[in-house]
């Protein structure tokens, strides 16, 4: 994969796949290694550009911690480098914390929006709390991985989650820490603790897609509902299954797809 030099750092990012131009940004701690059995999904249907957020994965360490629009002005530099001006765009998680912030800042180049089991911040919610629950560390000190999905939360949540069963997440596609993303995962963690652009959510101008897992405990739909809500032209769904919902009913992901490829 190729790597590109912006803001002083270098970004590992793909570019795939033909159709309208997609721009996908992913969850927590989540490399484009890990999100590729995803990626290849979406290169179906659309020219998908992925890339590894800053401190993780390939794209190399900042100097100091960040905050959210940071992140959001890297995406935007990177649409910029390919030549796109307006796009469609697709967060996951923590990526579509990442993806409100692009919008609210630059709508103009936000052609069409899909916010995945994300939430907004301030008074719409928070998703849980994983910079004050988790060790970014925990699990490489054991040598083993730590999805997303698995960190630590009260085990009363916990059990709400969808058991496994035909529709259960493919291990290749679950998203982990790798040891050498600590540092950068916990800054990610830290910009996601700042996050709130609940009130500048009506600046969205595009169609949305708001989506939440039923069954969701990390970020619940009615983080979803609240996003909905703030934005004028917006469809709301919940689909069975958790966090990853999107892997886990079978009807989540066309659907994500055939909205991002409307007209």
Not at 8 to 17: A, K, P
Not at 63 to 77: K, Q, T, V
Not at 132 to 157: C, I
Request: net charge neutral; glycine share 10%; with cysteine.
């Amino acid at each position: 994969m190729p790597t590109v030099r912006l803001k002083e750092l270098d970004f590992r990012y793909v570019r795939i796949g033909s159709g309208p131009a997609l721009l996908f940004l992913n969850g927590s701690g989540v490399t484009l290694d890990d999100a590729r059995p995803l990626i290849e999904r979406l290169v179906e249907d659309f020219e998908v550009a992925a890339f590894d957020q800053r401190g993780i994965g390939l794209t190399s360490m900042p100097r100091e911690p960040y905050a959210m629009a940071e992140l959001a002005s890297d995406a935007l530099a990177v649409t910029d480098h390919l030549g796109w001006q307006r796009f469609r765009l697709l967060g996951v998680s923590f990526g579509g914390m990442v993806a409100q912030e692009l919008a609210v800042t630059a709508p103009r180049r936000v052609e069409r929006l899909a916010l995945l089991c994300t939430s907004s911040g301030g008074a719409g919610g928070s998703s849980f709390p994983l910079h004050a629950s988790a060790d970014p560390g925990e699990g490489q000190r054991h040598g083993s991985p730590t999805p997303l999905d698995e960190l630590p939360v009260p085990r009363a949540q916990a059990a709400n989650r969808t058991k496994p069963g035909p529709g259960e997440v493919p291990p290749q596609l679950m998203p982990f820490r790798r040891p050498e993303q600590t540092t950068g995962a916990a800054w990610q963690l830290r910009a996601r603790a700042g996050h709130d652009v609940f009130d500048r959510l009506p600046r969205v101008t595009c169609p949305t897609l708001v989506a939440s897992g039923a069954q969701d405990v990390i970020a619940p739909a009615a983080r979803g509902a609240a996003i909905a809500e703030q934005i004028p032209d917006t469809v709301f769904r919940v689909f069975e299954g958790g966090h990853l919902f999107f892997l886990q009913d079978p009807t989540a992901l066309p659907a994500v797809t055939r909205f991002l490829a409307d007209r």
